[in-house]
């Protein structure tokens, strides 16, 4: 994924996130990754796999374009 993708993915993550509710704490545990990996993905400091997109919108109840749009 490039950099800026990685950038759009973390800005529309915490976006939903928040919505929906979730501390990264509580989202880490429902996708089965650690909170500090959350915030890594939302600042763009790491960039997601695919399966683990996937993984999250499921849980945020939104599509993948939507984590990418």
Known sequence: ???DICKIFGKRLHK???QKGFS???LGF???LDKT???KYELAK???NIRQAKS???VLG???SDLLD
């Open 37 to 39: 990996t959350i915030g």
């Open 56 to 58: 999250i919108a499921d």
């Open 62 to 64: 939104v599509k993948m």
């Open 30 to 32: 429902e996708v089965g």
């Open 24 to 26: 990264q704490e509580e």
């Open 16 to 18: 939903f996130r928040i």
């Open 46 to 48: 790491r960039c997601i």
């Open 1 to 3: 994924m490039s950099k």
